[in-house]
């Protein structure tokens, strides 16, 4: 199997607190849901593996690449979409403007009409970010996550903040994309794990490995 995402002896601690340390991961196609109680760090990973932070021990490679040594854009950042839990849109983009600069950042294609729709988003690509629910900000975060072809997908909380017509057709999309890429998502969202079929990853296991 070819592995898409790998992470090797990565560490991380805030003050005297260690989140994890030595933790090695590696995965090839498929769904995995990340799990743990509260505080385990799941987003803390999840910002390390999407290189938004950079662990102070380890590394993570995206289809045999460092992360850390990839600009914008080029090598493993190429091959790697992300969906933060929150909107991280400016209030005054419009939903399209937001979609635009995403698609230009990681120089994928735009959108599909039927990814917007599934979404429920079609309707809303001129309306500005500030003006928009809580719900629906979210949709393009999802939206702008899953455009392209990135082989690797990582989502912290998908399913928070959506409604269940969104909810059924994320876990659609994440039972055909995990075919041939990646999706790592972490959730509290049990029923969601299993109609992925997604392996789990737990994170408040003590040296946690997995494959």
Not at 166 to 181: D, K, N, S, T, W
Request: charged content about 20%.
């Amino acid at each position: 199997m070819t592995m898409l995402l790998e992470a090797e002896g990565l560490g991380m601690r805030y003050g005297g607190h260690v989140v994890f340390e030595g933790l090695h991961l590696s995965y090839g196609a498929g769904a995995v849901a990340l799990v743990g109680r509260n505080g385990a760090g799941k987003s803390t990973l999840l910002a390390l593996l999407a290189g938004i932070d950079a662990p102070q021990a380890g590394r993570v490679m995206v289809c045999g690449a460092d992360l850390a040594s990839a600009p914008t854009g080029q090598g493993a950042r190429a091959r790697l979409a992300w969906v933060p839990d929150a909107s991280v849109a400016y209030d005054f983009m419009t939903g399209d403007e937001f979609l635009r600069m995403v698609q230009a950042l990681r120089g994928c294609a735009s959108p599909q009409r039927a990814l917007l729709e599934g979404f429920g988003i079609e309707g809303y690509l001129g309306a500005r970010f500030g003006d928009m629910s809580l719900g629906t900000r979210k949709k393009f975060m999802l939206a702008a996550g899953l455009m392209g072809d990135a082989q690797v997908v990582l989502m912290d909380e998908p399913t928070n903040g959506i409604d269940a017509d969104a909810r059924a057709f994320l876990v659609a999309q994440i039972g055909m994309r995990a075919r041939e890429h990646l999706v790592l998502f972490s959730t509290h969202d049990h029923e969601v794990i299993a109609l992925t079929g997604a392996r789990v990853l737990d994170l408040s296991a003590a040296g946690t490995t997995a494959a």
